[in-house]
């Protein structure tokens, strides 16, 4: 495993904004992560087919009081895979939690460490949690989508694998247009960022590393429906390893996605199962992304202990 310390931007005058870039060498894959501010270190996991630029609309406001800490996971984006995937191969969510124990132990290997993981990144968040709560400080796991932990996963299940058939029979935006009309629409939240003057005229206008991780999500997206979304979807929490630790879990949910089932209901159903509390995030499953100051505020107030 070979480290390589993250460094400033290289080309003109330095941005204040700008990450600190580095790579880190671990079994199967080089990972690229990114590093702004200081204080604390909160490590960031994005979902789906996101990269470390998911969290961009939240940075200013989190890397005011942390130092963030985002990786592409393995595979996706600017993090190599050593060698391409066999048929019918799949990622697991045990190597993608070790590859983010491997980033906190090359950027802040004696500090305890918060965690926010979005989505599939929340499955991950969960699994780092169980397999080294002494690296952790405090975990925050939005809408895990854990299957199992639904009353009745079936139908989730079936919706999940014939996305993925899809995606080999009819293409990526065939696949992609099942996956959004199964999983329903959200509801308008109230308490979401309100809407600047240029996106109440439709020129919304996100981030520049927001925007520049687009293409890439696109290019990752047949990825995470052929290899992650299935296994991880369907891989059971440890919930015996997180009990004696849950006073370190926010299991936590979108206002905007409650009529959501699959994305919505397992983080509920695992606060109730370990007897802890729930927290409701403004915004919807892509509340980071769609409404990053009030998620970001909100965080903050989860992360000490304040909010819920």
């Known amino acids: 495993m070979t480290p390589h310390r993250p460094t400033a931007p290289a080309s003109g005058a330095f941005r204040t904004d700008a990450p600190r870039v580095g790579t ?75 590859d983010a124990r491997r980033v906190l132990d090359a950027v802040a290997p004696e500090e305890e460490a918060y965690v926010l993981g979005c989505s599939s990144g929340a499955i991950v968040a969960l699994d780092l949690l169980a397999r080294h709560p002494d690296r952790l400080r405090r975990v925050v796991a939005h809408e895990p989508p854990l299957l199992d932990l639904l009353p009745d996963p079936a139908p989730h299940r079936a919706l999940f694998a014939g996305v993925r058939e899809l995606l080999r029979t009819d293409g990526l935006a065939a696949a992609v247009a099942r996956f ?60 015996d390893a997180l009990r004696p630790v849950a006073h370190k879990l926010v299991p936590a949910v979108g206002r905007a996605s409650r009529e959501q089932e699959a994305l919505h209901g ?43």
């Open 180 to 239: 959004t009309e199964g999983l329903g629409e959200e509801r308008p939240d109230p308490a979401a960022d309100p809407p600047t003057a240029g996106e109440t005229a439709g020129e919304a206008e996100p981030p520049p590393a927001l925007r520049e991780m687009a293409p890439r999500m696109h290019a990752n997206m047949p990825l995470f429906l052929e290899h992650v979304l299935c296994p991880f979807s369907s891989s059971p929490p440890n919930v």
């Open 24 to 98: 880190l060498d671990v079994p199967g894959a080089t990972l690229h992560y990114e590093v702004h501010g200081s204080g604390p270190v909160l490590l960031l996991l994005p979902g789906g087919a996101a990269d470390a630029g998911m969290y961009a609309g939240t940075t200013a406001d989190l890397a005011a009081r942390y130092t963030t800490v985002s990786l592409d996971p393995r595979g996706l984006s600017r993090s190599r895979l050593h060698r391409p995937l066999a048929e019918g191969e799949e990622h697991e969510v045990s190597v993608w939690s070790e």
């Open 266 to 308: 397992p983080a509920g159903r695992l606060a109730a199962t370990l007897g802890i509390d729930l927290a409701e995030f403004p915004g919807g499953h892509l509340g980071a992304v769609e409404t990053p100051t009030a998620f970001a505020a909100h965080l903050i107030e989860v992360l000490e202990g304040e909010g819920g």
